[in-house]
């Protein structure tokens, strides 16, 4: 199901560029959050959002910003990509009984 | 903030034997414990909860058991099967907000 869609679902970018993921959903959620997943890690949170002005940092927010440009979309952007940001890249939208996650961006940064 | 810890990481089992993973909490004001179960290449999908005030929940193979005053939870599957071989992850969180993950456990269900 297309409820929480990331775009792109692959991306191979170079040390220092600019790069942006992209999330949008369907389900009506106020809450948005970005998870990096490594192996090993679990999930660990990058930013979080519970509504378009509300913006927060999560556990691992250095090198990472974020963009609420309305309730379906929150877009994850890394200013100057480095090599250990490679990794899968999740959004989920929550309410009161869990989050839905988006398919994933799995993003190398060479 | 809260710090969830989950063991074993990698498990693996007979099929039709049973498999447990269990989860620990720092913050006693943890209140909702969903387990997600991430299939090769997929997003993770919640597959069970429980709620502070339940100490346990069961759905077919699947049981979740909570214990709040060692603030630990246990998955519980039994009769495991080859499509249940995943990643599961637990998670804790205090008001729905946001939610604590564990590392993760590997599933795999040998045939």
């Not at chain 1, 959004?91 to 988006?102: I, M």
Request: aromatic share 12%; charged share 25%.
């Amino acid at each position: 199901d297309a409820d929480v869609t990331q775009t792109p679902r692959n991306r191979i970018t170079k040390t220092g560029k600019r790069i942006m993921l992209e999330c949008s959903q369907t389900k009506g959620h106020d809450r948005m959050y970005w998870y990096r997943q490594d192996p090993g890690l679990g999930l660990r949170l990058i930013y979080y959002s519970f509504d378009v002005k509300d913006i927060n940092k999560g556990e691992i927010s250095d090198g990472y910003s974020v963009s609420r440009q309305a309730q379906a979309k929150f877009s994850l952007s890394l200013e100057s990509a480095i090599p250990n940001q490679t990794a899968l890249y999740f959004c989920a939208t929550g309410d009161n009984y869990g989050y839905t996650f988006g398919s994933g961006t799995r993003l190398t940064v060479v | 903030g809260e710090n969830v810890e989950q063991h074993p990481s990698t498990l693996s089992v007979q099929e039709g034997d049973s498999a447990v993973i269990k989860c620990t909490y720092s913050d006693s004001a943890s209140n909702y414990f969903p387990w997600y179960k991430q299939e090769l290449g997929k997003r993770p999908q919640l597959i069970i909860d429980i709620r502070s005030n339940v100490g346990e929940k069961k759905d077919q193979r699947i049981a979740v058991t909570l214990n709040k005053t060692a603030k630990h939870f246990s998955l519980h599957i039994t009769e495991t099967q080859p499509e249940d071989s995943a990643v599961y992850f637990c998670a804790a969180s205090m008001t729905f907000n946001k939610f604590y993950f564990g590392s993760g456990t590997k599933l795999n269900v040998k045939p």
